[in-house]
């Protein structure tokens, strides 16, 4: 019997109506368009706003995007992952609520909080479940509602962040497309440069958490700059290497999207082509486990069957890694 792989047969994906740009937030902290597309690349981020929507309403909108394009029912689907830092509420999980709205009744579903690399160790954690052949169509979620945690007077955070959702079906393969080969790192002596330090078991919410703004994400950007161009652009040349891949061989290169300056900087230590490197910072900034699901859905039509993606992540943590795979359809 020839080996099980897991494809992506599907992407759907789904961003708030309300666009916050760099001209709104000049008006909000000190800061301009030029500071930021500079030292960013960022233009634009949506927003989710309106009382009581959550994650969870983003990650529907894209698992119903999914469904829509794929054919796939709530009742078919067998596994449920999401990926998220800003789920609705620390328990249950935001698989679960997703799972209650979507109508999906024969999974089982489960919370990945990785930081900004959450959907790639999603993608990575189900593929073993399609390629043990327990598993025939999984879907992995990406989605952050940031603006929840982002402090709007701190100017060297709040242009980064966007709220966005973003899902892909992974279903099993006998022809060796899909995921390929997957190199995943995490490293605990990262997390003093990029937390939310306050409303977990360490620190309970309390008066003084909020006086003291400690539910907010806090970032060194510097520090995390260094480690995310390093570990990203390692990983991903390290696995170009092991499968004998130059630049040329990539038809795709899909970076976490948290600073075009990192994105350029990734691309150029592998030597792909700017033209191949998928891009979406400038209008959606940092949507966090959105990120490469997102860039799936916006470039979708332009990827075609066996095309070789190499994607590479980097979030809080510090997590990282890259994944090698191919890519199983043609859309029309
Ligand atoms: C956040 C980041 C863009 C800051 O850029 P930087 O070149 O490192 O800037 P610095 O932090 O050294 O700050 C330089 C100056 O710019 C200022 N500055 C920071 N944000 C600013 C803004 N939005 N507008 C104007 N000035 C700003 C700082 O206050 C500082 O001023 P000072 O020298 O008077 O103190 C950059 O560090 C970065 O992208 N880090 C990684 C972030 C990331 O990817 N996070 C997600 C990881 S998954």
Redesign the pocket.
């Known amino acids: 019997m020839s080996k099980i792989t897991a494809a992506i047969t599907g992407v759907g994906g789904y961003v708030p109506e309300y666009i916050l740009t760099n001209e709104e937030l000049s008006r909000m902290v000190?800061?301009?368009d030029e500071?930021?597309m500079s030292?960013?690349g960022i233009k634009e981020r949506h927003i989710l706003k309106g009382e009581g929507r959550a994650t969870s309403d983003m990650a529907v909108e894209a698992v119903l995007d999914l469904f829509k394009k794929t054919g796939c029912k709530p009742e078919e689907v067998d596994m449920l992952i999401v990926a998220s830092v800003t789920p609705d509420m620390p328990f249950p999980s935001t698989a679960n609520i997703v799972s209650d709205k979507l109508g999906v009744k024969n999974a089982f579903g489960y919370d990945i909080n990785a930081?900004?690399s959450g959907f790639l160790y999603s993608l990575v954690t189900a593929s073993k479940f399609v390629e043990s052949g327990s598993h025939k169509k999984v879907v992995v979620v990406g989605a952050d509602k940031m603006s929840s945690i982002v402090d709007y007077t701190d100017?060297?955070t709040c242009?980064?962040f966007g709220d966005g959702a973003a899902a892909v079906l992974l279903e099993p393969s006998t022809n060796g497309e899909g995921i390929i080969d997957s190199m995943m790192r995490v490293d605990g002596s990262g997390r003093k440069h990029?937390y939310q330090l306050a409303g977990g078991s360490q620190l309970p919410a309390t008066m003084d958490t909020v006086i003291k703004r400690q539910h907010y994400v806090y970032?060194e950007?510097?520090p995390?700059?260094k480690a995310?161009v390093t570990n990203m652009s390692d990983t991903a040349v390290a696995m170009m290497e092991k499968h004998h891949l130059k630049g040329e061989d990539v038809a795709w290169f899909i970076p976490?999207q948290?600073?075009m300056r990192?994105i350029d900087a990734c691309a150029r230590r592998m030597e792909v082509t700017k033209d191949k490197v998928m891009i979406n910072i400038e209008k959606y900034g940092?949507t966090t486990a959105a990120t490469i699901p997102l860039c799936m859905w916006d470039y979708e039509k332009k990827i075609k069957k066996g095309d070789k993606l190499i994607i590479a992540t980097?979030?809080?943590g510090f997590t990282w890694g890259a994944v090698y795979l191919t890519w199983a359809y043609d859309t029309k």
Do not use: E, K, Y
Request: aromatic residues 10%.
């Open positions: 000190d800061t301009s500071w930021i030292h960013m930081g900004c100017r060297t242009p980064i990029l970032q950007g510097q995390v700059f995310a976490h948290a600073n990192i940092n980097f979030g809080a």
